[in-house]
């Protein structure tokens, strides 16, 4: 304890005489706001992003469940694209066999219910949310202890039953913009799908959407079209999806990048546990790299 204290009041002593020198030349003032401005900087760029990834699946008893093919692939070269830049990243993920992207915080769950559970848990504190997850829309209605033996009976048919599960980014969004967060929803559709993810985009308050096919589903490649809900359009067509994880990440970019996040940063320092970060930026804008290109799907 004494040794601490002897360390902290010599090294403040080693630098009373640069401060006094500093303010004797007017440099004081500068200095700080130097910092001050790094420490925006830094704020400004660091953003919590929650990024959902995978398929989730639906028990019908303990060996068999309802599930679709997604793959994870997207949802986790989002989160590693998001930690490359430098943000704070969870990754919720279903069930899928890939590794954990380097400096990501991964949070793994199985059903709809579960992913809903775990994203209420983040959703509040984050500044970005993309929902790569292929969520179930039913489960079964009863998950059985035991297998089930439908053919005891006999028939040649049967029926199982199905229970709605609920919209997790309906839930989270409350089907509004989130002032503050950027939120990126994904749309797989069979057919050209434009009008129908629109009507998502709007539905889920999402800011933007990524439209997309099932010949994305599995691969290293995909086709997408970025919808924005301010009528913006992007078409990237036959990328990796590492590529589209970038592109999206840098629509992140000017969610922070208002005077908020500055003044934010001068008063409480990076990613302060008092306030929520979100509650001083500003929305996303149209970038000029966002402006208007479309490919077709
Ligand atoms: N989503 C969700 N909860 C659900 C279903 C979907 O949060 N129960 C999210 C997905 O993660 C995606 C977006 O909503 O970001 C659109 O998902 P999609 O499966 O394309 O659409 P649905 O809303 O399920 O509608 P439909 O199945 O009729 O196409």
Redesign the pocket.
Known sequence: MARATKRTRASSSARTPKTKRARSNGLARAGRRVSSAKLANTSARRLRVLV?AGPTREHVDPVRYLTNESSGKMGFAIAEAAARAGHEVTLIAGPVSLPTPRGVTRIDIVS?RELLEACRRDFRRCDALV???????WRPAKKLAAKWRAKDSGAERTTLELAR??????SLTGGRRVPGKTVI?????TGSGVA?ARR?LAK?GADW?VLNGPASLGGERTSVLLLGADGEHVGLRDRSKAHVAQALIERLKPACAGMGAIARARRLGPFPKAAHPSAHSTRIGVTPSVRPRLNRL
């Open positions: 959902t709809a929902m790569a997850a292929a969520v179930a829309d599960n609920p919209d997790v980014l309906a929803a994904f749309a797989l559709e129908r998502k889920k959407i």
